[in-house]
């Protein structure tokens, strides 16, 4: 399993990122997928997951209404479009497999992580 984020950056209150994942290295496409973010030294927490044809999505409390998750599984890429981002939103962001679906709305079990691409909500 190979998961390479990118996309982060540093953005002021109430801007708006892209992230990018590309995937690699198992069939994209047979998998829900999620992000997950950690601020260092705290715990990692879930953020989003999506099935793995798309059509359902889940949003952590803390984002819904402002992030989007999707994919295409012609190109192997999982987004997730934030806006109305806010300092607490400052995080490494990681593009994760779970290891089934039955994980996609947590943050266990992972079957592979990215590298992470910082995000930095700041003015």
């Known amino acids: 399993v190979q998961l390479q984020a990118s996309g982060g950056g540093l953005v002021q209150p109430g801007g708006s990122l892209r992230l990018s994942c590309t995937a690699s290295?198992?069939?994209?496409?047979?998998?829900?997928m999620r992000w997950l973010r950690q601020v260092p030294g705290k715990e990692i927490e879930w953020v989003s997951g999506?099935?793995?044809?798309?059509?359902?999505?889940y949003y952590a409390n803390s984002v819904k209404d402002r992030f989007t998750i999707s994919r295409d599984n012609t190109k192997n890429t999982l987004w997730l479009q934030m806006s109305s981002l806010k300092p607490e939103d400052t995080a490494v962001y990681y593009c994760d497999k779970p290891y089934d679906s039955r994980w996609v709305k947590t943050s266990a079990r992972s079957d592979g992580r990215g590298q992470g691409t910082l995000v930095t909500v700041s003015s």
């Open positions: 290295g198992f069939t994209f496409e047979a998998y829900a």
């Open positions: 999506i099935d793995r044809d798309g059509h359902i999505t």
